[in-house]
Structures are given as structure tokens and as C-alpha cells.
């Protein structure tokens, strides 16, 4: 624009104020104007580089698995990456550190015990702590906890003055399930054990069939003594017993299996071949069917159990038939008899 010497003060004033950034007089100077090019080409480049620079920065903190959150000196969110958004289910909001426990459902590390304010670790970096690991609870809006670790510290520049704090936060959660997952997994194991121990133990026969084939899964020592020690699991019982045909059980083993209803049987005869080429030897037993039941209700399965009565019933037979002798024996004598018997008074006389 050429304007009058003396108007050129109050135009160049005007000019700046429209936003102009230099102002060339006339008559122009190569050098000035090649100089002044120069300056603005490589002033436009650094803000371009600045600005690339920013958007490289911006893709990095929105890739990156862990949550970094940072504020200005008043408290300010000016950084909520992608990922801290992702555990919280929420937006940066602009809220006073009193209020960013409570609107991004921060716990302790119990999972239960609100994080007071003063103890957000962003609030404990702004006021000047080092945080380091940091572990603590979130309960987003709208999904399961996550248990966070966070380490950070405030912000400070080349002169001393604070510009804010930054925190990050890794999630532990998938950590954490898993140690949770193997602990669960060793009391587990400890229960196994726990119980096979007993199941062995276990002064009554036991066993586990599976399927309506009733093959064995477990078999205990004592049923092992009652069938006479032979390779059963694995097998259905029609192949590991096949005396058993014919005498019943496997018929009641149907039942209960389709049914799913226990049986007991009292006293039942079964004979079985205790050696592979002895003869079948008669046990008298008592046991119980018990339908086992898989996590959707139906029978899987059946767990047998009982006592093998057969000794105590050999027994019983012994003294009623000695009981029987005597009684034979008292019948067939001629003369009178009788039986007395000895009281003491209480000095010990008779």
C-alpha cells in the first residue's frame, strides 16, 4: 500500500493491529526483503515441524496400552489418553481434584474403600509427591474393576515453576485375575487332594462310573478287596465284572442313571470271581446308588457306595448255628438242670 510519508506512522499502527506481521516500506531493499522472505519461510517450516511434532506425540500417547492423565498447575485435565478414557469409560472432564475420586469411581486397592481426594495419586503429583506404584481400584461406570498401578510426579520447568503433574496407570487386571486364577487353581488342588485322600481312605467301598456306560473313573481300595484287585478304570463295569450279569446290578445301575434317583439295597447278594480263575464266591453287601449331576442339572454319572457285610454276616451265621448246637445239646439231656446265678452281697460274699 503506498501512503504518504507523513500518514505512515498511524497506517503501519493500523496494520499491526489488523494482524500484519511485518510491514515493508519503500524504496525496498533486496537484501531486507530476501532476509525477511527467509525468516518467514523458516518460521512457517518450525510451525510445521511443531505442529507434525504434536500430531506424532498425540498418535504415540493415543496408542500406548497404558492410562496417562496429566493436569495444569490450577488442576486443569489437559491430557486423557485413549487408553485412561478406556478404563474409565468416561471423557476428561473439567472437575476440581476434590471431585475426580468420586466421578472416576476411584477405590482402594481393596476394591471397596473409596480413594479420598488427597490420595488420587494425579492430586499427590500435583501437590509435589513422587508417586511411585501407586496400586488402586477402579469401578468404571459401566463395567467390571480394574486394579491399576500408577506412578508420576509434577510437572516442573527449566526456571523451578510448576506447570502441572502427570500420572500413568498400567493395568493390572489381567495380572491380577491371574494370580487370583492360580491361587483359586492350588486350593482347588488341595481340595482334590483333600478329598482323594478320603475317597481312598474311606473305610466303605467307593466308586465313580461315568456315563450311562458306567465305566470307572475312581475306584477306592476297598472296593478293589471286595472285587478282588483287578484293572477297572477305564472300563465299563459289563466288561470289568462280567459275573455281574444277570444278577441285577446292572439293571439298577440303569434305573438310577435314567431315573436319577438314589437306590439303597440292604443285605444284597452278589457273587463275584475274586481270582481270574477262581471260582464266584458269594458277598453279602449293603450300598447306596447316588446320581451325580454335571453344572446343567443332568446325571453324568454315579457314585457307589457301601460296606461289604459279608464277615460280619458269616459271623452272625456262626453264632446261630453254635446257639443252635447248645440249644440241641440242652434238649437231649435226661436229667433236670438248671442255671444260677452268683450274687455278692456288699461285702463281696456270695
Known sequence: IS?????????TEEAYAL??????TKPLMPAAVRG???FFIELFRSKEELTTERAFLSAVLASV???IVACDANGVLTLFNRASQSFHGLPAMPLPTEEWAQQYGLLQADGKTPLAPEEVPLARALAGERVRGAKLVIAPKNGPLRTLVSSGGPLIDDHGRKLGAVVSMHDLTAREEAKAAQQLSRELQAANERLAAIFEQAPAF????????????LVNDRYQQLVGRRDLVGRTVHEALPETA????????DDVYEDGEPYVGTGMQVRLRRTSDGPLEPRVVDFVYVPLRDASGEV???????VDQTERELAEQ???ASKARYQNLLETIDEGFCLIEMMYGDAGEP
Open 3 to 11: 501512503v504518504p510519508a507523513d500518514e505512515a506512522s498511524s497506517v
Open 19 to 24: 494482524g500484519a506481521v511485518d510491514i515493508l
Open 65 to 67: 496400552e497404558d492410562g
Open 246 to 253: 444277570g444278577q441285577g446290578f446292572l439293571q439298577l445301575l
Open 300 to 306: 453324568s454319572g454315579i457314585l457307589v457306595h457301601g
Open 206 to 217: 467307593m466308586c465313580v462310573l461315568r456315563g450311562p456306560e458306567h465305566i470307572f473313573e
Open 36 to 38: 525477511k522472505v527467509a
Open 318 to 320: 456262626s453264632m446261630l
